[in-house]
C-alpha cells in the first residue's frame, strides 16, 4: 500500500511529496544519474566491501552495509558509533565520491535545506526479506543539516512515522531513482525499510541498494 496516495490534499509537484513538516520524497530525482550513481557505489564497495554488522544486542542485521566519508557509521556487540577508520580493514573509509556528494546536494536543496556537505554515506544492500526497523538517526552530531536518502534498485516500502516510537509510520513505496529529504523538525522522525519482496530489477536483479548521506561531525 503506499500512504501517499491516501493522505488528503494533493501535492502541487506530483513529484514531490510532502511526507512531513521538513521531510520530502523526490520522486525519481536520482534516476537520470543512477548508472553513475551504481558505478562510484561499485567502486566503494571494491574497498571496503558489504558486511553484515552486528546489532549491540548480538543480531546479524539483515541489510549488509559499507560506507565511504570521513566518518563511516558502525555498530558491533559494544554499540553503534561513528569512526574514522573501517574495522574490517583497519584504514580509513573510500572518500565519498564526488557524483554523490553533487546529487545529495542538489536534493537537499531541492527540499530547502541549502548548502548540505555530507561528511558521511552509508550504503545498505537489502536482498528480498531483508528489512531495517524503525529506528531514529540521531548518532550524528550535526542535527541542523538533514539526511538524505537514495534508493536504487527493487522497490522497497519506507515507514515514516513521528518523534515517537509509537507513532503509527506511514508507508511509501520507493522506487529505483527515489530519493527521500527529511531534517529540520523530521530529523528526528522514526523510519524504517519493511522486509524486501522478492523481485527482479534490470540493474541491480535481486537487490535494492540505499545511499543515505549525512552530516556526523
Ligand atoms: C536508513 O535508514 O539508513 C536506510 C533507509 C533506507 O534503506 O531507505
Ligand atoms: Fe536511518
Not at 65 to 82: A, K, Q
Not at 105 to 114: L, T, Y
Not at 183 to 196: D, N, V
Given at each position: 500500500m503506499?500512504g501517499?496516495?491516501?493522505?488528503?490534499?494533493?501535492?502541487?509537484?506530483?513529484?514531490?511529496?510532502?511526507?512531513?513538516?521538513?521531510?520530502?520524497?523526490?520522486?525519481?530525482?536520482?534516476?537520470?544519474?543512477?548508472?553513475?550513481?551504481?558505478?562510484?557505489?561499485?567502486?566503494?564497495?571494491?574497498?571496503?566491501?558489504?558486511?553484515?554488522?552486528?546489532?549491540?544486542?548480538?543480531?546479524?542485521?539483515?541489510?549488509?552495509?559499507?560506507?565511504?566519508?570521513?566518518?563511516?557509521?558502525?555498530?558491533?556487540?559494544?554499540?553503534?558509533?561513528?569512526?574514522?577508520?573501517?574495522?574490517?580493514?583497519?584504514?580509513?573509509?573510500?572518500?565519498?565520491?564526488?557524483?554523490?556528494?553533487?546529487?545529495?546536494?542538489?536534493?537537499?536543496?531541492?527540499?530547502?535545506?541549502?548548502?548540505?556537505?555530507?561528511?558521511?554515506?552509508?550504503?545498505?544492500?537489502?536482498?528480498?526479506?531483508?528489512?531495517?526497523?524503525?529506528?531514529?538517526?540521531?548518532?550524528?552530531?550535526?542535527?541542523?543539516?538533514?539526511?538524505?536518502?537514495?534508493?536504487?534498485?527493487?522497490?522497497?516500502v519506507?515507514?515514516?512515522?513521528?518523534?515517537?516510537?509509537?507513532?503509527?509510520?506511514q508507508h511509501y513505496?520507493?522506487?529505483?531513482?527515489?530519493?527521500?529529504?527529511?531534517?529540520?523538525?523530521?530529523?528526528?522522525?522514526?523510519?524504517?525499510?519493511?522486509?524486501?519482496?522478492?523481485?527482479?530489477?534490470?540493474?541491480?536483479?535481486?537487490?535494492?541498494?540505499?545511499?543515505?548521506?549525512?552530516?556526523?561531525?
Amino acid at each position: 500500500m503506499t500512504g501517499d496516495l491516501f493522505e488528503g490534499l494533493p501535492d502541487l509537484n506530483p513529484r514531490q511529496i510532502h511526507l512531513a513538516d521538513g521531510a520530502v520524497l523526490l520522486r525519481g530525482f536520482a534516476g537520470e544519474v543512477d548508472r553513475v550513481l551504481l558505478c562510484a557505489v561499485e567502486e566503494v564497495i571494491a574497498q571496503a566491501p558489504l558486511r553484515h554488522l552486528v546489532t549491540p544486542g548480538g543480531y546479524r542485521m539483515s541489510v549488509s552495509m559499507t560506507c565511504c566519508g570521513r566518518l563511516g557509521w558502525v555498530s558491533d556487540r559494544s554499540g553503534y558509533r561513528y569512526d574514522p577508520i573501517d574495522p574490517a580493514s583497519g584504514q580509513a573509509w573510500p572518500a565519498i565520491p564526488a557524483v554523490f556528494t553533487e546529487m545529495a546536494r542538489n536534493a537537499a536543496s531541492q527540499a530547502g535545506f541549502e548548502s548540505f556537505t555530507p561528511d558521511t554515506c552509508l550504503i545498505n544492500c537489502y536482498e528480498p526479506g531483508s528489512r531495517l526497523s524503525l529506528h531514529q538517526d540521531r548518532h550524528e552530531r550535526d542535527v541542523v543539516a538533514p539526511i538524505v536518502s537514495v534508493s536504487l534498485g527493487l522497490p522497497a516500502v519506507f515507514l515514516f512515522g513521528g518523534m515517537h516510537r509509537s507513532d503509527r509510520p506511514q508507508h511509501y513505496r520507493l522506487t529505483h531513482g527515489d530519493v527521500a529529504v527529511w531534517g529540520g523538525p523530521a530529523r528526528f522522525a522514526f523510519h524504517g525499510i519493511a522486509p524486501l519482496a522478492d523481485g527482479h530489477h534490470p540493474m541491480l536483479g535481486r537487490r535494492r541498494i540505499n545511499v543515505t548521506f549525512r552530516k556526523a561531525s
